[in-house]
């Protein structure tokens, strides 16, 4: 019911922006997460939005690099990376969750799960 999508090639330093769809589901009403899986390692958070977008949260990894961003009127979560560096290379996933504010970054409460887009980053 998710799909994500945006990830590709790109060189270290560089910027890239992925997008979260929903076709059949308002997303208005959830919270939204992107986590991300490396290879070899467990699924970890990323960033997370609340429902209204006033409550936003980031791992230590990416703050002050990534930025997450919503447009409910068009059903879409987005996250900006920028400055990306070779550990950032992993499977990108979005995921809505039921609880739509406060912060919570464990995925295995978020509810609805996007496909991944994978993003690869050059040294």
């Known amino acids: 019911q998710l799909q994500a999508f945006g990830g590709g090639l790109v060189q270290a330093g560089g910027s890239l922006r992925l997008s979260c769809a929903a076709s059949?589901?308002?997303?208005?009403?959830?919270?939204m997460g992107w986590f991300r899986q490396a290879p070899g390692k467990e699924q970890e958070f990323v960033a997370r939005?609340?429902?209204?977008?006033?409550?936003?949260y980031y791992a230590d990894s990416v703050k002050g690099r990534f930025t997450i961003s919503r447009d409910n009127a068009e059903n879409t979560v987005y996250l900006q990376m920028n400055s990306l560096k070779p550990e950032d290379t992993a499977v990108y996933y979005c995921?809505?969750?039921?609880?739509?504010?406060?912060?919570?970054?464990?995925?295995?409460?978020?509810?609805?799960w996007g496909q991944g887009t994978l993003v690869t980053v050059s040294s």
């Open positions: 995921a809505a969750d039921n609880m739509a504010w406060g912060d919570n970054r464990a995925n295995s409460s978020y509810a609805y």
């Open positions: 059949t589901r308002s997303l208005s009403n959830y919270a």
């Open positions: 939005i609340s429902w209204r977008g006033t409550g936003i």
